[in-house]
């Protein structure tokens, strides 16, 4: 029962947003009653913040085939469809609905789930890329910053086509990462 009402609360929230959510919309439409939510959660805010830790993976791209620009149009095209995902969807919603002190769990649910994996496999990528990349070495005082992935997924929660993924990673990451090459 709590899987479906973790469930329902996500899709209730992609539904209806942020401010219209409530937990009697929830509990009708997980088929519970509304006091056994408050039991188990005694705040919206508790409830949709386990919802979205129940629903968003934290996992990152596989390897694949070719160099640091493969990789990391994987690892941009795999990020963008867990932001699109009604799960992505619905934290995104919280981000932009909530006030700031209503804000503070869902922004540190965001960077658990999507911004810290990203980050982490950035810099494994680059890493590796120093020593085996057929592009030659990455700038040595380059560095991954955290400004850097952070533009990314900057980038990455805007709606554009496919096709600008290839180019976001050509002209902004791939000449920031070896130094304008």
């Not at 508790?46 to 493969?70: I, K, N, Q």
């Not at 789930?113 to 057929?134: F, G, I, S, Y």
């Not at 980038?155 to 993924?165: R, T, V």
Request: proline letters at 6%; one cysteine or more; aromatic letters at 4%.
């Amino acid at each position: 029962m709590e899987c479906a009402i973790l469930d329902t609360a996500v899709f209730e929230l992609n539904r209806v947003g942020w401010s219209l959510l409530t937990m009697e919309g929830v509990a009708a439409g997980a088929g519970a009653g509304k006091s056994s939510l408050y039991r188990r959660w005694p705040t919206k805010q508790a409830l949709v913040a386990a919802a979205l830790r129940h629903a968003v993976p934290s996992r990152t791209a596989g390897h694949a085939p070719g160099g640091l620009r493969d990789e990391l149009i994987l690892l941009a095209a795999e990020s963008r469809a867990r932001l699109a995902s009604p799960q992505g969807r619905a934290l995104c919603r919280v981000l932009e609905a909530c006030r700031d002190d209503d804000a503070a769990p869902f922004r540190d649910l965001f960077i658990v789930t999507l911004a810290e994996p990203v980050k982490r496999r950035v810099r494994e990528l680059v890493r590796r890329a120093a020593h085996d990349d057929a592009a030659g070495p990455v700038a040595p005082d380059t560095g991954v910053t955290d400004l850097v992935v952070d533009s990314l997924l900057a980038a990455l929660m805007y709606p554009f086509a496919e096709p600008d993924l290839t180019e976001l990673v050509d002209r902004v990451l791939l000449p920031t990462l070896y130094g304008g090459k």
